[in-house]
């Protein structure tokens, strides 16, 4: 028996779209971290900054590429890219819309590590990004109809 | 929305607490390996204890509604993904439990340091390196993972 929804050839697939999810996870709450506590310890801001942004760049973007490819060959094996239910839009909107939130993260943590600007701008992006990545796993796991 | 749709969503955000957590100790502890200064290894480790928040919670949530879960959709306790499932659990937990004590031990020696003038020390690089240690902190990421692999596949069931 594989996870539901899921038949027993693509449990590779899945997994692989579920570690990429959690990571991804993982890496923008790492960074949302470090950077509210870039913009409390300034004793140590630069420091927190620069691994902050290194982390987006080594952690959050491969994350989110194992997360998209898992999703795509678990939705192609599965035919839900013929006839999508309104769970899987709503994580392809999160995920989807999901580069374009982590471009701007990526460029808001350059001028964050670089200039010493914009952080504010880095934690906020990352909190929220994290609320929608929530909204996502809640529409994954419980499938709503 | 079922009984079992709201199980299972309680019990993936329990895997992603526990992942994402595991994810935020993991990655401040290898930066903090490559920092000398002690004031710097300190608050590196200090901010590890929201990540082990994050890891309590889904610790919690991912044994609760997970078993929970094998009641409800009728699957065996007995089963075999079931029982390794629980057994990785717990050594994870017994590994980060370690693993834990002895980085907070390795933050008290670096804030101290760092209050004593903040220059690189060979004992808190040697604690900080300390084979044991690492060796605990890295099997118990390993069975996280193992657990997440018995999840997906469910051998036995």
């Known amino acids: ?19 990429g ?28 900054r620069r691994l902050a942004f290194g982390l987006t760049l ?4 491969p994350a989110w590429i194992v997360m998209r490819v898992g999703a795509q060959l678990v939705l192609t094996s599965e035919g839900l890219d013929k006839h999508s ?8 909107a999160v995920s989807d819309a999901g580069i374009v939130v982590l471009l701007l993260l990526t460029l808001f943590g350059w001028l964050a590590a670089r200039r010493g600007c914009a952080l504010n701008a880095f934690a906020g992006l990352g909190s929220l ?12 796991s419980a499938k709503p109809t | 929305m079922s009984k079992y749709d709201w199980l299972l969503f309680f019990h993936v955000t329990g895997a992603f607490l526990l992942i994402g957590g595991t994810v935020v100790a993991a990655s401040l502890s290898l930066a903090a390996l490559r920092r000398e200064r002690p004031s710097e290894v300190a608050v590196l480790l200090g901010l590890v204890r929201f990540g082990v928040r994050a890891i309590y919670a889904g610790v919690f949530l991912t044994l609760v509604f997970g078993l929970w879960l094998v009641h409800d959709a009728g699957y065996s306790y007995g089963s075999f993904w079931v029982i390794a499932a629980l057994v990785l659990w717990v050594y994870a937990n017994a590994a ?11 933050r008290k020696l670096a804030e101290r340091l760092a209050a ?31 657990i997440l692999v018995l999840m997906i596949w469910k051998p036995g069931a």
């Open chain 2, 116 to 146: 004593e003038g903040d220059a690189p020390s060979a004992e808190l690089r040697a604690r900080q390196r300390d084979p044991f240690t690492l060796g605990v902190e890295y099997s118990g990421g390993v069975a996280i993972l193992l």
């Open chain 1, 129 to 140: 990004y994290l609320v929608a990545l929530g909204v996502a796993w809640f529409f994954m």
């Open chain 1, 1 to 19: 028996m594989i996870a539901s929804l899921c038949h027993a050839y693509c449990g590779g697939r899945l997994f692989l779209h579920v570690l």
């Open chain 1, 58 to 61: 080594l952690v959050v973007w």
């Open chain 2, 96 to 106: 980060g439990g370690i693993g834990g004590r002895r980085e907070e031990e390795t």
């Open chain 1, 85 to 92: 239910p309104s769970w899987v839009g709503v994580g392809f």
């Open chain 1, 21 to 48: 999810a959690t990571l991804l996870f993982g890496g923008v709450l790492t960074v949302v971290i470090l950077s509210i506590a870039g913009l409390r310890l300034t004793q140590h801001t630069e420091l927190l």
